[in-house]
């Protein structure tokens, strides 16, 4: 089961989660990535060798797809 979660001041919360062979969980995961990356979140994908990658496309492959705030400062 793939999972999108956002890290917030708790730890995280569980936005959404999928398997392959559910296309309404996927839609569901997708309008939600989709609402997060809107208010300004940066999303990171791990990949299966334990990388991972900034993405603007939710990997419907991914296990894990983490949302969180960027950095600032300067």
């Known amino acids: 089961m793939s999972r999108l979660i956002r890290l917030d001041r708790c730890g995280h919360t569980e936005l ?3 398997t ?3 296309a309404d969980a996927q839609r569901a995961a997708a309008e939600a990535f ?3 990356l809107d208010t300004g979140m940066l999303a990171s994908a791990t990949r299966q ?4 990658e900034v993405v603007r496309e939710l990997p419907l492959d991914a296990e ?3 949302m ?6 300067g």
């Not at 969180?68 to 400062?73: A, F, H, L, N, T």
């Open 16 to 18: 959404a989660a999928w």
């Open 20 to 22: 392959a062979d559910d």
């Open 34 to 36: 989709r609402r997060e």
């Open 49 to 52: 060798d334990g990388s991972a």
């Open 64 to 66: 894990l797809v983490v």
């Open 68 to 73: 969180r705030r960027p950095i600032s400062g």
